[in-house]
């Protein structure tokens, strides 16, 4: 499956984005989706993640109440991350990955990566 990240940009503290990962496979919803995040200098960390029919979903406790993961298996083959309140810590490239099983929070479990968008959020 291929991955497209977009929809990322520079806001004030306070504001929002919303993120979309579209991608090519006929297969999409056997996967699971996951956002990642790697902010300057850190290592790239788990975001939060949707399971293939969109039924149950997993975030860290940074972002819940501030961000919603979704995804359309139907029409348009796509997960979008609505991020809500945006804080400065928030700021780093968001890449989706797929991978087929349940949701796994480390990075190395994905085979399947987007390129990635940045999301800069000003102080």
């Known amino acids: 499956v291929q991955l497209q990240a977009f929809g990322g940009g520079l806001v004030q503290a306070g504001g929002s984005l919303r993120l979309t990962c579209a991608a090519s496979?006929?297969?999409?919803?056997?996967?699971?989706i996951s956002w990642f995040r790697q902010a300057p200098g850190k290592e790239r960390e788990f975001v939060t993640s949707i399971s293939p029919s969109g039924g149950f979903t997993v975030y860290v406790d940074a972002v819940k109440g501030r961000c919603t993961i979704s995804r359309d298996n139907a029409a348009e083959n796509t997960v979008l991350l609505q991020m809500n309140s945006l804080k400065p810590e928030d700021t780093g490239v968001h890449s989706c990955?797929?991978?087929?099983?349940?949701?796994?929070?480390?990075?190395?479990?994905?085979?399947?990566w987007g390129q990635g968008t940045q999301v800069t959020v000003s102080s």
């Open positions: 496979a006929r297969t999409f919803n056997l996967y699971t």
């Open positions: 990955a797929a991978r087929v099983g349940v949701t796994i929070r480390s990075r190395h479990a994905y085979r399947y």
